[in-house]
Nanobody
Framework: QVQVSESGGGLVQTGDSLRLSCVAS????????VAWFRQTPGKEREMVAV???????VYADFAKGRFTISKERNRNTVHLQMTSLERGDTGIYLC????????????WGQGTQVTVSS
């Protein structure tokens, strides 16, 4: 069973930066796609950024220019560097691993809390 865990959240002030990390246990496969989602107060869960095994990256519009996702080669260790944080970035940040090989699977971590105060 793959275990997904996040770390790096915390309490910061507006304009500060945070680096979140996601580690998924086990082997990495070419079908793996790792994404950061967030659950902010009053909103539905939304995708922040996603990276596949080959390094192709997609960002949500609100993340472009402020957040950077990176993946360690041949490992399902993914980081999310967040800069210029705003109060609206407050929420729980969750890591998701999806794959179709060797079997279809969808794994979530428990999340890490990010709180941005003014």
């Amino acid at each position: 069973q793959v275990q997904v865990s996040e770390s790096g959240g915390g309490l910061v002030q507006t304009g500060d930066s945070l680096r979140l990390s996601c580690v998924a246990s086990g082997n990495a496969y070419s079908s793996d796609v790792v994404a950061w989602f967030r659950q902010t107060p009053g909103k539905e869960r939304e995708m922040v950024a996603v990276v596949n095994h080959y390094g192709t990256i997609v960002y949500a519009d609100f993340a472009k220019g402020r957040f950077t996702i990176s993946k360690e080669r041949n490992r399902n260790t993914v980081h999310l560097q967040m800069t210029s944080l705003e109060r609206g970035d407050t929420g729980i940040y969750l890591c998701n691993l999806q794959r179709t090989y060797p079997s279809t699977a969808d794994y979530w971590g428990q999340g890490t809390q990010v709180t941005v105060s003014s």
